[in-house]
């Protein structure tokens, strides 16, 4: 088992910047960031892996937020920049074992509202 907790959602301007933060119980192989918008499904934003640090990005997000890791602290960060509206969402932490391709560990999700 794995437990999640986010935290650093609030409200930004447009523009404006923001760093999320995703603490693990316990290391595991792969964390990433999701975020679902009002009326719209989960979509995957970044994802790292713990060993090696590959990080992955959606093509929405890329050259404005980076997704980081501390392993001696067990957390993942997501540096977001230049928010766009478009940036609104709850954004949830989700981890998977190395054995596993589906994300079967979620966190209670953090709200980024992008204002102008």
């Known amino acids: 088992q794995v437990q999640l907790v986010e935290s650093g959602g609030g409200l930004v301007q447009l523009g404006g910047s923001l760093t999320l933060s995703c603490g693990a119980s316990?290391?595991?192989?792969?964390m990433a960031w999701f975020r679902q918008a009002p009326g719209k499904e989960r979509e995957f934003v970044a994802g790292?892996?713990?060993?090696?640090?590959?990080?992955t990005y959606a093509d929405s997000v890329k050259g404005r937020f980076t997704v980081s890791k501390e392993s001696a602290d067990k957390t993942m960060y997501l540096q977001m920049s230049n928010l766009k509206r478009e940036d609104t969402a709850v954004y949830y932490c989700?981890?998977?074992?190395?054995?596993?391709?589906?994300?079967?560990?979620w966190g209670q999700g953090t709200q980024v509202t992008v204002s102008s």
């Open positions: 989700g981890a998977r074992n190395a054995w596993s391709q589906e994300y079967g560990y």
């Open positions: 790292i892996n713990w060993a090696g640090g590959t990080a």
């Open positions: 316990r290391q595991i192989n792969r």
